[in-house]
């Protein structure tokens, strides 16, 4: 079984997407010295591995780290500063950060949404053919 992307704007988007998510986390891991940064810059290489090589999980695999980083954390990171706002009694919120998060929330349902809609996992033909046979 191999992966298919039925669009090739998109396959390149997303390759491009992640590359500079591994840049970026390159880029955190000298300038902060975080050593933390290797932990999604081995997702984000292991996600952009499987992609290149039209794995048969590379759907579920952008479905789940789309799901978790790019969906969930933002969210959840937008959350903690509105709360943030009840918590300290101020009124001020980071704007920079809370657009920042919206916008990855946004961009992640987009991919989403992509992903469901034009990414298949095709079966080999030799595999179609015993799975008939035993349906049958």
């Given amino acids: ?22 840049l ?16 999604p810059i081995s997702i984000e290489a292991i996600l952009l591995a499987l992609i290149l090589t039209y794995n048969q999980y590379a759907r ?12 969930m954390s933002p969210a959840l990171s937008a959350l903690g500063s509105i709360l943030g706002i009840y918590d300290n009694g101020s009124t001020e919120i980071n704007t920079y950060s809370f657009a920042f998060n919206l916008g990855s929330i946004i961009a992640g349902i987009f991919i989403v949404d992509y992903t469901r809609r034009t990414v298949i996992v095709q079966r080999g033909i030799s595999e179609s053919l015993s799975s008939e046979i035993i349906e049958h």
């Fill in 60 to 71: 579920i695999a952008i479905l789940v780290w789309t799901a978790i980083f790019i969906i």
């Fill in 1 to 22: 079984m191999k992966t298919i992307f039925k669009n090739k704007r998109f396959f390149y988007l997303l390759i491009s997407f992640i590359a500079l998510l591994i």
């Fill in 24 to 39: 970026w986390n390159f880029y955190v891991l000298i300038q902060a010295k975080n050593y933390w940064a290797f932990l």
